[in-house]
């Protein structure tokens, strides 16, 4: 394909996406899901951090067989790694793990140990970021499990939007959902979570820059507590 086809296709695809994004939003999360499997069948695939399985049990519905794609930062807790396997046991699923391209230790003999407290960023683009670009590449639109609830930098999150970054196609068929409407969903379909959700923690990430929420703290704020950082990169 020349710079130009390519140019092309990148402006059709993001015009779809905009389009999408303007006549889907008041769809339903499965419906969402069921217009990207039909508009980029295989070419299509969910990420998750296994905080929970909603969008992964909803996009089993939408498309059997979906590519789960989960990344392994060398930092998960014991339970997310649980989750991911239980996922991929249960659901009609195929999980991709992706890795960074160093293991903690070589990463520690890099860069010094603890990065993460050290340069949370550069930590996260290292272990997610990157690893997350290079997994993408095979594929045209990927859905996320972003709530417009989440956080104040997530209240603008489209159902459907172009991702600049990575010039794809970014659904977010769960967007528009509450707390109150994952929790009836997990309920009603048996859908797993991860344990530590029902251990004091809010929102679920690396082991050493996540912690138990204080009373009265959004779902996010055990998230790099004590520092600025909010998002980890991938989504902005």
Partial sequence: MTATQEALEEAELRELAEQ???DLEDA?????????????????????????AVVAHLASRAMPGVDVVFLDTGYHFPETIGTRDAVEAVMDVHVITLTPERTVAEQDAEYGPR???????????LRKVQ???????????????????????RANTP?????????????????????????????EHGVLTNPLLMDGYGSVGCAPCTRRLLEGEDARA???????KTECGLHG
């Fill in 159 to 187: 159902v459907v939007g172009w991702d600049e970054k990575r010039r794809k196609v970014k659904v977010s068929p769960i967007a528009r959902w509450t707390q109150h409407d994952v929790d009836a969903y997990v309920a």
């Fill in 28 to 52: 339903s999360a499965l419906e969402l899901l069921q217009w990207a499997a039909g508009a980029f069948g295989r070419r299509f695939c969910v990420t998750s951090s296994m905080e929970d």
């Fill in 131 to 153: 690893p997350l670009e290079e997994g993408l590449k095979g594929y045209t639109a990927w859905a996320t499990g972003l709530r417009r609830d989440e956080s104040p930098t």
């Fill in 20 to 22: 999408a994004g303007r």
């Fill in 222 to 228: 055990g998230r790099w507590a004590g520092s600025a």
């Fill in 115 to 125: 990065l993460h407290d050290r340069d949370p960023d550069l930590c996260c683009r």
